[in-house]
């Protein structure tokens, strides 16, 4: 006759832990790198490359990207082909930096960051000049993100780089002067332009909201302030 197991009466069977909690408990305590694997895995799920509802409509500027293969006579399907790889890959690093840009800032500190995000969004716009030049429309998205960190003066370099990168992807470029010009002169117009009035935006947001925790705790003082009056009126008629 098979026995059965002993366990608590009427008590059901405990969960069983989910296998990341369970390589976690059996990691050594000191090795860093098994606590920040999972940090890592989290950052990186599908859902974080996608392009936030918000963002959707600043997509239609992409279709710059397909002056460059629609004016050139001697385009070919490869041209084409290559201007939609080039949409592709964006899409994805432009969604996870969007995404992670004002609440995970840093480059790297135990997973990555919206400064990783901008990196890659920038070398894209760079090393990419010489199949499109319609891609300098990646600096002026990089600045727009980089007007939206948090910390002033990471958000202010971030934004020098952008634009210091334009006339260098412009030398890259094989278009010709002077039609090299009309994809990359607006883009040194508007990325300090549109980089600029997001750091504005962003430091009236974070006034505002600091304004609005300010006045919260004026308000909760003061009704402390009047209850504890309140209490020593009540002792003061009680004692006498």
């Known amino acids: 006759m098979r026995r059965r197991r002993a366990g608590p009466a009427g008590a059901h069977a405990a969960p069983r832990a989910p296998a990341r909690d369970l390589r976690a408990a059996r990691a ?3 090795d860093p790198h098994a606590a920040r694997a999972p940090r890592i895995l989290d950052g990186m799920r599908w859902r974080s490359f996608t392009v936030p509802r918000r963002s959707l409509v600043w997509l239609v500027y992409l279709v710059i ?16 082909a290559a201007t939609g790889l080039i949409v592709l890959a964006f ?10 840009a004002a609440s995970r800032p840093y480059l790297w500190d ?5 400064l990783l995000g901008l990196g890659v969004m ?8 010489p199949l499109n030049a319609g891609t300098s429309v990646f600096f002026i998205y990089a600045s727009a993100i980089a007007g939206y960190l948090p910390e002033r003066r990471v958000s202010v370099r971030a934004l020098a780089v952008s634009c210091a990168l334009v ?13 090299v010009l009309y994809p990359y002169v607006p883009a040194l117009i508007f990325a ?6 997001n750091r504005l935006a962003s430091e009236r947001e974070t006034h505002t909201a600091r304004l609005r925790m300010a006045q919260d705790e004026i308000a909760r003082l003061a009704t402390i302030a009047e209850r504890e009056r309140i209490a020593r009126d009540l002792h003061d008629l009680l004692g006498h």
């Open 167 to 179: 006339p260098v992807a412009a030398l890259l470029s094989t278009v010709p002067f002077p039609y």
């Open 28 to 30: 050594p305590a000191d």
């Open 65 to 80: 990207l397909a002056f460059q293969p629609l004016f050139d006579e001697s385009a070919t399907w490869v041209d084409w």
């Open 91 to 100: 899409l994805p690093v432009y969604g996870w930096t969007d995404r992670h």
């Open 122 to 129: 920038l070398a894209m716009g760079v090393f990419l000049a």
């Open 192 to 197: 300090p332009v549109v980089g600029i009035a």
């Open 110 to 114: 135990g997973r990555p960051g919206g």
